[in-house]
């Protein structure tokens, strides 16, 4: 019954009287049951208020009210996005004891429209790391391949949707973390432009950079999901407002055959497995078939993304971290101390793991008097040269087509020991978020193996056209 299943599939056998919502919210949890103790996507579930949620919606259409679409939708929520009453830990032994006081704003929006909320989503440890390795509470495995990760930081949102443990999830994305595993998943993953979705009650690791976003089966869900959940909010001073409308779901091919598109030479280079190359070129090919143009461009400050990231994001989460001493949120049980400076030593100590102690020890370092002007201020800088090379590419195409990993999936414990190469799983993915703009990671039709995945980076605020041309894809190779 919920194999396959989509958004709009869904919504259509509602109203159709095929199926009642409890019925399908009934069908995920038995799914969970079954799987989830070997997959590892879910932290927790919330089975009695999913289940009264799906009843309400059975109830309305019953008395013949009008649903929308997202109406009875069981989603899953990555465990750094606030919902009032539940236990929001991402995925740190420093949290596994808090609960969160108020909804974020992208769960009031989904409540509004009559979501279902089936659980809490595993991470990386504050959503740092491109594995969900470094989560304190056990990694999550890839449903096509049980010894292999399912990417991150939001690998259990994306797992859960491949594995049909949830309708669609909501992950966030800092430098790919929607986007990397949605890819090893071989599932869709949208992350927008910055500032279109409110970030209030999310979780904070690198504020100028961390972004809500779908993950999905299909473009069209994704374009459904964040079309909901866009908008400016008077709670996130960041936000901004877009003006999509019915735009998101425009696949005029009349349209969408005048674009161009660009083929960056430095994403093309050494080190893409040639699988992945394999898919890319038949991506390529296909869509020229349907009349696209495409050109090859140039975004040379790219060699300098990762290095950038890696200086911008530690500094932003040894501030946004600070927070967590263990008297505002929650403390970790075993944590003994004799004074208030033992109290914070110990707590985090104990508290956060190996990673986020790395990034919050690199991050004060960059920031420190003597360091801050040769790491930080240069970072910003080449931040700011990444961002003018996509402004004078956009110039010349209205689109950008790259792989979204360099790799598949790799095996759990494979990359553990070395943080290089585990930073390097973002080396696509990067610069669109250091840019500020839209990036979509749609799964390679026809292919064997291990899910693959493209990359559509858009114009800040146009994420119709990447949308719309993942659409174009999806229904040419459907």
Do not use: W
């Not at 020229?288 to 989460?317: Q, R, S």
């Not at 946004?320 to 400076?341: H, K």
């Amino acid at each position: 019954m919920i194999e396959n299943l989509t958004i709009k599939k869904f919504h259509e056998g509602l109203v159709e009287k095929k199926f009642t919502a409890k019925e399908i919210t009934e069908s995920y949890f038995k799914e969970i049951e079954k799987q989830d103790k070997t997959l590892g996507a879910y932290l927790s579930l919330d089975k009695e208020t999913a289940l009264t949620q799906a009843k309400e919606v059975d109830e309305k259409l019953a008395r013949g009210e009008l649903l929308g679409m997202l109406a009875g939708i069981p989603i899953a929520v990555k465990d750094n996005i606030l919902i009032q009453g539940n236990k929001t830990t991402a995925a740190s032994k420093i949290l596994k004891n808090y609960t969160a006081s108020y909804d974020a704003t992208v769960i009031k929006k989904l409540k509004s429209e009559q979501a279902v909320f089936l659980g809490k989503t595993n991470l990386d440890e504050f959503a740092m790391g491109a594995s969900t390795e470094n989560s304190a509470f056990g990694v999550t495995r890839n449903p096509y391949d049980l010894e292999r990760v399912a990417g991150g930081s939001s690998g259990g949102s994306a797992a859960a949707v491949a594995a049909d443990l949830a309708l669609a999830a909501l992950g966030s994305d800092t430098g790919g973390s929607i986007r990397q595993p949605a890819s090893f998943c071989g599932v869709v993953g949208l992350r927008p432009t910055y500032g279109v979705i409110s970030r209030y009650g999310l979780m904070a690791m690198a504020s100028s950079l961390d972004q809500i976003g779908p993950i999905t089966r299909t473009v069209e869900d994704a374009a459904i999901l964040f079309n909901a959940i866009q908008g400016k909010d008077q709670y996130d001073s960041t936000s901004i407002e877009g003006s999509y409308e019915d735009s998101l779901m425009d696949t005029n091919l009349e349209r969408l055959r005048k674009f161009k598109i660009g083929l960056p030479e430095e994403y093309f280079g050494e080190g893409i497995e040639p699988e992945i190359k394999k898919g890319i070129d038949g991506v390529i090919e296909g869509l020229k078939n349907l009349g696209i143009e495409f050109k090859e461009i140039n975004l040379p400050h790219t060699k300098y993304a990762v290095a950038a990231y890696y200086i911008i994001v530690p500094a932003e989460v040894s501030s946004n971290l600070a927070r967590y001493e263990g008297i505002r949120y929650s403390r970790v049980d075993d944590v003994e101390f004799e004074n208030l400076r033992d109290l914070y030593i110990e707590n985090r100590s104990r508290g956060f793991g190996e990673e986020v102690k790395r990034r919050i020890i690199l991050g004060t370092f960059v920031l420190s008097s003597g360091y801050y002007d040769a790491y930080y201020t240069k970072a910003q800088k080449v931040r700011r040269l990444i961002k003018n090379d996509f402004d004078e590419a956009f110039k010349d195409v209205d689109v950008i087509l790259t792989p979204t990993t360099p790799t598949s999936a790799f095996t759990i414990g494979e990359k553990g020991d070395d943080p290089i190469k585990m930073y390097l799983e973002d080396v696509f993915t990067t610069p669109a978020s250091l840019a500020g703009i839209p990036a979509l990671s749609i799964p390679v039709k026809n292919t064997t193996g291990l899910p693959i995945g493209f990359q559509l980076i858009g114009k800040a605020l146009r994420e119709e056209d990447i949308l719309g041309i993942g659409q174009m894809y999806e229904a040419a190779n459907s």
